[in-house]
C-alpha cells in the first residue's frame, strides 16, 4: 500500500485522531460533588462576576478552536466542512503533540461571510484562540479581519500566517548562506491566494523591498483586470516598477522564488534565467512548481519544498503549536506582525551559522526544541508590545 492507502486504514481503525479525556477524576460520590454540582456552581458564580476567572476556572486558558468552512482543504478544494473533519482533527493532535494545546476542530456548515463570523463569534467565549484553516480566498481575508475586529483572543489564519512565517525563517538562513541581504533581493511569488499574499506581507516586514507577485494570468500590477481586491490592496505597495508580463518574465534575476501555486510551472530555463545562487521554495502540494533535482541542475543553489522527503521542508507546523503556546500562556489579545516576525527569526536561529548548508536551512518539523523556542518569543514581544494581558 502507498502511504495514501495506510493512511485511509489508518482512519478507519483509528475512528478519529482526537478524543477528550476528563482532568478530573469521578470515582466516588465526593468526586461527583466537586467537579460537577453541587460544588460547581461556585466556580460559574465567580465566572459571574470576572469573566476573566474563565481562564483560571475552565480549560478555555489552553483550549483553542480550529475552524473551517470545508472550502480549501488541503488541494482538494471545496470539499465540504464534513469532508475536512480529517484535517482539522489532525490540526488538533498536531496542537496537543507539538505544544500540549487542546484544541477542538469546529466544521462550520456555511459560506457566508457574516454567518461564519457570527458564529465564530458566539462560540469564542470557550476558547482562548481561534485557528482559522482551509477557507477559501478571497473570503478567508475577510473572516479574519472581521473576527479580529470583535474578539478579545488571538485569531490566527494558518494557511496565510503560518505558512509565512516559515518561509520567511527558511529565507533568512538561506540568504545568510549565500551572502545576500534581504533588503536587496528581487523576490517573485506565484500563488497570489491566502498564502501568496500572507507570504508576500511578511516578507515585506522581514525586510524585503523588492516583491512581485503573479498568478494565473501573470504578473500583478496595480489596476490590473484580474485583480481582486486583496490583489489590488497588495499591488499597491509590491511590482513598483509597474511591470507586466508572465512569470517567466518576472524571474529574470531574481534570487528568490516562493512558489504556492500549481505543479511544474518553473521550467529549467526560468531557473536559469535567475541571479547567482538563486533560493527557490516551490511548495505546491504534492508536485511542485519544479523538482528540486531539476531546479539545481539548472543552477539553483538553495531549495525548500512543502515536502518531508526532500531536504528544507517549509512546513507550518514548527509555527502554529509554539505561536498558540506563547499567545495561551501570557493570554495575548491577539497575535500581532511583531510577534510573527519575532517566530520567523526564532525558528531561524534554531541552526546556528556554522551548521547552515544548502540542506539544511530549517528545522525539521519533528524538532521537539521549537514550540518552547517559539512561544518564549511570541510572550517576549506580545509583552513588548502591550498585548499580553498577564
Not at 18 to 41: C, F, H, K, N, Q
Not at 232 to 257: C, P, S
Request: hydrophobic share 45%; charged share 25%.
Amino acid at each position: 500500500m502507498d502511504i495514501r492507502e495506510q493512511s485511509l486504514k489508518k482512519h478507519y481503525d483509528w475512528k478519529g485522531k482526537i478524543e477528550v479525556i476528563p482532568r478530573a477524576p469521578i470515582a466516588t460520590r465526593e468526586d461527583l460533588s466537586l467537579a460537577y454540582t453541587p460544588g460547581v456552581a461556585e466556580p460559574c458564580l465567580e465566572i459571574n462576576k470576572d469573566i476573566n476567572k474563565s481562564y483560571e476556572l475552565t480549560r478555555r486558558s489552553n483550549l483553542v478552536a480550529v475552524v473551517t468552512d470545508g472550502t480549501a482543504v488541503l488541494g482538494l478544494g471545496d470539499i465540504g466542512p464534513e469532508a475536512g473533519m480529517p484535517v482539522m482533527e489532525g490540526k488538533c493532535a498536531l496542537f496537543k503533540t507539538f505544544a500540549d494545546v487542546d484544541a477542538f476542530p469546529l466544521c462550520i456548515k456555511s459560506k457566508d461571510v457574516d454567518e461564519i463570523v457570527r458564529t465564530i463569534y458566539l462560540l469564542s467565549g470557550s476558547f482562548g484562540g481561534i485557528n482559522l484553516e482551509d477557507i477559501s480566498a478571497p473570503r478567508c481575508f475577510e473572516i479574519e479581519r472581521k473576527l479580529k475586529e470583535i474578539c478579545d483572543i488571538p485569531v490566527f489564519h494558518d494557511d496565510q500566517h503560518g505558512t509565512a512565517i516559515v518561509v520567511a525563517a527558511a529565507l533568512i538562513n538561506a540568504l545568510k548562506l549565500v551572502k545576500k541581504e534581504i533588503g536587496k533581493v528581487k523576490v517573485v511569488i506565484i500563488g497570489a491566494g491566502s498564502a501568496g499574499i500572507a507570504i508576500g506581507k511578511h516578507l515585506m516586514n522581514v525586510g524585503v523591498k523588492n516583491l512581485t507577485l503573479c498568478d494565473r494570468f501573470g504578473i500583478i500590477y496595480k489596476g490590473g483586470e484580474n485583480n481582486n481586491p486583496a490583489q489590488e490592496e497588495i499591488a499597491e505597495v509590491t511590482n513598483l516598477e509597474q511591470k507586466k508580463g508572465t512569470l517567466a518574465d518576472a524571474l529574470i534575476g531574481a534570487d528568490v522564488f516562493v512558489g504556492v501555486s500549481a505543479p511544474n510551472l518553473v521550467t529549467p530555463e526560468m531557473v536559469k534565467s535567475m541571479a547567482t545562487d538563486a533560493i527557490l521554495f516551490p511548495m505546491a502540494n504534492p508536485t511542485p512548481e519544479i523538482m528540486p533535482d531539476i531546479a539545481k541542475a539548472a543552477g539553483a543553489r538553495v531549495v525548500g519544498t512543502g515536502r518531508s522527503d526532500f531536504p528544507n521542508q517549509i512546513n507550518n507546523v514548527l509555527a502554529f503549536p509554539g505561536i498558540f503556546r506563547g499567545a495561551l500562556d501570557c493570554r495575548a489579545s491577539c497575535i500581532n506582525e511583531e510577534m510573527k516576525v519575532a517566530t520567523s527569526y526564532a525558528l531561524a536561529s534554531l541552526i546556528p551559522d556554522n551548521e547552515l548548508c544548502e540542506d539544511n536551512i530549517i528545522v525539521p518539523a519533528l524538532d521537539k526544541r521549537v514550540a518552547k523556542v517559539v512561544a518564549e518569543a511570541v510572550i517576549k514581544t506580545a509583552r513588548e508590545t502591550k498585548v499580553a494581558r498577564i
